[in-house]
């Protein structure tokens, strides 16, 4: 076994050196916070699940080459060091004693800052990705550790589907369940800071918390009526006098789907349906108004090749 710590070296095939990646998007079906630890975080729990919405993000490596390379078709993503993927790609050039150069080029489809996951889904893929072009011996254990230096959703969009998350949204427990629903996103055009949500959330003002071991029964009995019930986020109470387009859009979601709620800690809300048809009509009812719609299926992967 490799120690620690110690370089690897990149294998990759002759043939092989680019990898087209879809890297899957991230809800909350509900999200309770526990405390605020001594490090600044907050301890989470609740349950998370990929869906089928996903950037596509291409990875191309050059042995000898120098650098990470990262281009987005969206202006407002970083380039540089502060991109996530470019980070994840950095995280493992260190470990190559500059044996390779990586190309990566997204094309963004979760819209960013909405508390979907958009950027952790790319360093995820970005790590899965150059694992298997440079044909790493890295352990899932081990890109998980990697993944929680990025941030702290990056270990969920490594493996996806639907799970319980605990600590700061890095202790996870799969939920075997094959979601029977459609989902429906949507995301105002305005941003929210996740620190800022947090920094401001008073234990005191929530009112109701998810039962989240109901919600995982729920899920694993494909009971939607019992996952509509328990579909609560304590950061709502937050969210929603901070910004009232927010909580009037969650209105009108509730009114036309079997459940709805904030994801994470907005803009998005996210609503679900006994169907596609269902979710589609709404999506319909609401395009009217100035946000972003999306409606389609969890997805059992936070990562996928690209068909």
Same mark, same amino acid.
């Given at each position: 076994m490799m120690k620690e710590g110690a370089p690897w070296e990149a294998n990759p095939t002759s043939r092989d050196r680019e990898l087209t990646l879809q890297a899957c998007g991230k809800i909350n079906l509900c999200l309770d916070v526990v405390r605020r630890r001594p490090d600044g975080y907050h301890d989470i729990r609740?349950? =998370?699940?990929?869906?089928?919405?996903?950037?596509?993000? +291409?990875?191309?490596? +050059? *042995? &000898?080459?120098?650098?990470?390379? *990262?281009?987005? #078709?969206?202006?407002?993503? $970083? !380039?540089?060091?502060?991109? %996530?993927?470019?980070?994840? /790609?950095?995280? *493992?050039?260190?470990?190559?004693?500059?044996? /390779?150069?990586?190309?990566?080029?997204?094309?963004?489809?979760?819209?960013?800052?909405?508390?979907? @996951?958009? &950027?952790?889904?790319?360093? !995820?893929?970005? %790590?899965?990705? *150059?694992?298997? %072009?440079?044909?790493? $011996?890295?352990?899932?254990?081990?890109?998980?550790?990697?993944?929680?230096?990025? &941030?702290?959703?990056?270990?969920?969009?490594?493996? @996806? &589907?639907?799970?319980?998350?605990?600590?700061?949204?890095?202790?996870?427990?799969?939920? $075997?369940?094959?979601? /029977?629903?459609?989902?429906?996103?949507?995301?105002?055009? %305005?941003?929210?800071? +996740?620190?800022?949500?947090?920094? /401001? =959330?008073?234990?005191?003002?929530? #009112?109701r918390r998810p039962s989240v071991e109901g919600m995982k029964r729920h899920l694993e009995g494909s009971c939607l009526p019992g996952i509509a019930e328990e579909m609560v986020n304590v950061l709502e109470t937050v969210t929603f006098p901070l910004h009232p387009q927010v909580a009037e859009l969650a209105e009108r979601m509730k009114r036309l789907a079997c459940g709805a709620v904030m994801s994470g800690s907005g803009p998005s809300i996210i609503g679900l349906f006994a169907d596609l048809d269902g979710a589609q009509r709404a999506m319909a009812a609401l395009e009217g108004e100035d946000v972003f719609l999306w409606c389609g299926h969890p997805s059992p992967r936070g990562v996928r090749e690209a068909t």
């Open positions: 609740g349950i =998370f699940q990929s869906i089928s919405l996903a950037d596509e993000v +291409t990875l191309r490596v +050059t *042995l &000898g080459g120098r650098g990470i390379h *990262l281009r987005c #078709d969206h202006p407002g993503v $970083p !380039a540089g060091p502060t991109n %996530l993927a470019w980070r994840a /790609a950095q995280l *493992l050039l260190d470990r190559l004693n500059g044996e /390779a150069g990586v190309e990566i080029h997204i094309v963004k489809r979760i819209p960013i800052a909405a508390g979907l @996951g958009g &950027g952790s889904a790319d360093a !995820a893929a970005t %790590l899965i990705g *150059l694992r298997k %072009l440079l044909q790493l $011996p890295i352990s899932d254990g081990e890109l998980a550790r990697l993944g929680r230096e990025l &941030g702290a959703d990056v270990p969920f969009c490594l493996r @996806g &589907g639907t799970a319980l998350a605990e600590g700061i949204g890095d202790l996870l427990e799969d939920i $075997p369940c094959t979601p /029977a629903y459609a989902v429906l996103v949507l995301t105002p055009k %305005l941003y929210v800071s +996740t620190a800022e949500v947090f920094r /401001a =959330f008073d234990p005191g003002k929530v #009112d």
